[in-house]
């Protein structure tokens, strides 16, 4: 039997997924379309997956841009200006990238 395949996931998957009463199969097929659904339920199906909030992920990135800023020379006060923040918090944010970047380093 000859089946085609589309990025690991077979046709008979892709149509599996595309017909699927489940909701939450639904669900993925309406936020990611069919392909994508059928490649997360082979990799992840069965598991419990913890996706973070989007909130999470712009704070990592807004701490690691302060961090770098901090390092190219902008103050504390003027960092604290540009992101609404008190320079306590500033303070925090550049302590814990310091921190995480000296782990890494620690680990290598």
Not at 75 to 93: F, G, P, Q, W
Request: glycine residues 6%; contains cysteine.
């Amino acid at each position: 039997m000859d089946l085609k395949l589309i990025g690991g996931i077979d046709m008979n998957e892709i149509e599996a997924v595309a017909e699927s009463e489940i909701d939450t199969v639904a669900d993925l097929r309406q936020i990611i379309g069919v392909e994508s659904a059928a490649k997360l339920i082979r990799v992840c199906g069965g598991s419990y997956v913890y996706v973070p909030k989007m909130e999470t992920i712009t704070k990592s990135r807004r701490d690691k841009t302060i961090y770098s800023e901090f390092i190219s020379g902008i103050s504390i006060k003027n960092l604290t200006r540009k992101y609404s923040l008190s320079e306590n918090a500033i303070r925090k944010i550049i302590k814990a990238e310091r921190d995480l970047r000296c782990d890494k380093k620690k680990k290598t």
